[in-house]
């Protein structure tokens, strides 16, 4: 894809399954990767498998619900790899549980991780970003349990629709900037947080059937179908698109 050569981009949760995924086909379209973890030993594994391809990447190593950390964390990057120019906001965390049934401190971690950590990075990356004057790219993986709602995951829910609220005010906010605000929500995919979601909600392999069985396309979708549609909407061939939402769940949901 056009545009992404050399350019400094911001994986977040890029240890995990769509993360890593992400991490690796950007490098393969040469770009500099930024793995951003809280977890050191996951974004180095990403890193190693970069630079042994060829690449060019670092670890970020920071917990995103700490604004202080986060901010101080996209300064040394900027300032020792260089400034950014894609962020992909990828870093998620959910449980099955009914509302009924949680309590305010799931609700808190939740919103932490789903919601307050996007804001966390996306404003000092979005400073820089506008300061420099040449644009950018910001994409954030929602989900569509935040477009049409998900049982038992009523509060991740919340959190994802927000996610996609903020990129389309952003891409209001911004659109003099030249920088870009999308929005990529997965459907059912094969994730370690899909596996955690599965047990709490209990018989795991029916869910699992049923998940399948409700997507046209057959199949629960995997980590490497998501990077196409990032990676195009990080990419200079998206150039004119902003504050848009794009499924990729294999037909799960056709929402207008």
């Not at 992400?22 to 809280?38: D, K, N, S």
């Not at 700490?66 to 790899?81: L, S």
């Not at 910001?138 to 989900?143: E, L, M, P, R």
């Not at 709490?200 to 399948?212: H, M, N, T, V, Y």
């Amino acid at each position: 894809m056009r545009g992404l050569k050399g350019k400094v981009v911001v994986v977040t949760g890029g240890g995990g399954g769509i993360g890593s995924a992400t991490c690796l086909r950007f490098a393969e379209e040469g770009a500099r990767v930024v793995v951003a973890e809280i977890n050191a030993e996951a974004a180095q594994k990403v890193v190693d498998q970069i630079r042994a391809s060829g690449g060019d990447a670092v670890a970020m190593i920071a917990d995103l619900t700490d604004y202080a950390a986060t901010k101080a964390a996209v300064t040394k990057i900027e300032a020792e790899f260089g400034p950014i120019n894609v962020l992909v906001n990828n870093a998620g965390w959910d449980l099955f549980v009914p509302f009924l049934k949680s309590e305010p401190d799931f609700w808190g971690k939740l919103i932490d991780i789903n919601l307050r950590s996007v804001l966390n990075i996306t404003k000092p990356v979005l400073e820089s970003m506008v300061a420099r004057g040449n644009g950018g790219r910001v994409v954030s993986i929602g989900s569509d349990a935040g477009r049409g709602g998900s049982s038992g995951e009523s509060v991740y829910a919340a959190c994802k629709a927000g996610v996609i609220a903020f990129m389309k005010t952003l891409a209001r906010e911004h659109s003099r900037h030249q920088i870009t605000f999308n929005t990529v929500c997965p459907g059912v995919t094969e994730t370690a947080m899909l596996e955690n979601f599965m047990e709490a909600a209990g018989d795991k392999e029916k869910l699992r059937g049923a998940f399948a069985k409700a997507v046209p396309l057959g199949r629960l979708g995997k980590p490497e179908d998501l990077p196409g549609a990032i990676l195009f909407l990080s990419s200079d061939d998206a150039a004119f698109i902003t504050g848009q939402v794009i499924s990729v769940s294999g037909g799960l949901t056709m929402h207008g």
